[in-house]
């Protein structure tokens, strides 16, 4: 069994795959992931009682087996389960036919599709989708998209077997133009789990993931390029602070940005650097800075351009405007050979300006940016589109292009290093789809930067972090709907010292 926050491709789980067939009998895995999905539908239909009504959808493939695999495991028991197979037995792959000939023999009853109407008419306790997995090339087409259809419109629970039907596994994107997915509110995977279950649509469509590794030898699986962000990943920084400390052992942030009208953002992106444990946090002004901010009067307000650049750390962006100081300022920061956010209009200057790429590219200290998907597209000069069509190459890309390490906001935000694994984060929730969010992630990049932390871990760690704090606040009722990005910074703090106590070693510093 891999880690299990490991995340494989399409292809590197048929690779696997293969290696394992070399040392079964043929049919095995299939045997087990019907099995494994038949033991969580139980689960699932457990306050239905013994007499639960199981819908069924096999589609033409080795996903279609899998259903037909469970189907006759379900039909053992006094379950009503009922089959509709959208296939051609005789182009059934051998394992899927003879997983067929299986259900056939057992006490399933078999619906024909053209029952559509009175077959949702019915009460289901659960519908096991196992339309298509990892083989779906292109759109459903109009023959089943109307299966689908009905399905995302039932109340009762939907286990998807792999993936969703429609959902490419690798970027979490719907297949083809104008397609259609199931929308889950359980999947199974199997033998690992895919990055396209955790980012773009994944989230929405494949609802809880659980993974069957199905007892391949571990000797099967290849070495992964991709993982969940976990605690783990970032677990050896959150240490207890030394009594014998000071508030320069915690580093000095600076936040650039806040041009005139948008001063709230170099405000929200200095607050959460303050809250994550920065020992000093200053806001540089890009026009007229307040004297003070008096809700968080610890904050140094200064203008930017009569900042000193030589030390500390640095987020430059938020609420930065794209005017010729913010580009002269950026620069400034760019020549200086200090840690470094960048974020929001910091992107966009960058993004249009050659030298500022090159500057931003040959920065020899840590470098963090944070784009959104649009911003990610300025950065790449190709649509937003585009990069949400396949968000980890997106995130990978720029990382090379910059050699930084690149936090690609949105669901299941990517983190990209060069050289290194990419990772989806877990946490977070749409409470953070809210102007401000993205300011206070990059003041927690930077303070975790300022407190040494690696720019790996430390974006890691923020977005973790970042998304943990929502999540805890909408168990709250505070959000999503109206969580504001101010709201968050105190949750972020109480998150970071609950997982610095937790982590910490019978009280001792690290
Ligand atoms: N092989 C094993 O022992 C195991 C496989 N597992 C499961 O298998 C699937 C992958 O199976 P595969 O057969 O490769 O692919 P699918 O079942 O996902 O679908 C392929 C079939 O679907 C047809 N297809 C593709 N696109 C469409 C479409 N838009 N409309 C209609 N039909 C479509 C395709 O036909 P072609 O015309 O393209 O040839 C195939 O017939 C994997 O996801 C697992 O669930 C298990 O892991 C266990 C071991
Ligand atoms: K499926």
Known sequence: ??????????????????????????????????????????????????TANVLILAGPGNNGGDALEAAYRLAQGSLEVTIVLCADPARQPL?????????????????????????????WDLVIDGLFGIGLTRAIDSTVRPLVQAVNVLACPVLSLDVPSGLDADTGNI?????????ASHTITFIGNKPGLHTAHGKDYAGAVRVASLDIDEACFIPFHAELNDVRLFSSHLRLRMHNSHKGSYGDVT??????????????????AAKSGAGRVYAAFIDDAPTHDSLQPELMCRNAVDHDFASGTFVAGPGLGISSTARNILERALNAQVPLVLDADALNLIAADTKLQTLAARHASPLILTPHPLEAARLLGVSSATIQDDRLAAARQLARLFNATIVLKGSGTVIATPGDNA???????????TA???????????ALLAQGWPEREAAVGAAWLHGHAADVLVEQGIGPTGLTASELIPAIRASLNQLINKNAQHGRTL
């Open 175 to 183: 297949v083809g133009e104008n397609g259609i997915a199931i929308r």
């Open 95 to 123: 394992n899927a036919r003879q997983a067929l000939l299986r259900a056939q023999s057992s006490a399933a009853c078999f619906v024909d599709t053209d029952l559509r109407d009175d077959l949702f008419a019915e009460k």
């Open 423 to 433: 990772v989806i984060n877990t946490t977070g929730n749409p409470a953070l789809a």
């Open 255 to 272: 936040v650039i940005g806040g041009a005139r009208g948008m001063g709230g953002a170099a405000i929200l992106a200095a607050r959460a």
């Open 436 to 446: 401000g969010t993205g300011d206070v992630l990059a003041g927690m990049c930077g």
């Open 1 to 50: 069994m891999p880690s299990p926050t490991a995340l494989f491709s399409a292809s590197e789980i048929r690779d696997i795959e293969r290696a394992a067939q070399t040392t079964l009998p043929a049919g095995t895995l299939m045997q087990r992931a019907g099995e494994a999905a038949a033991e969580l539908a139980l689960e699932l239909i457990q306050s239905a009682g013994d």
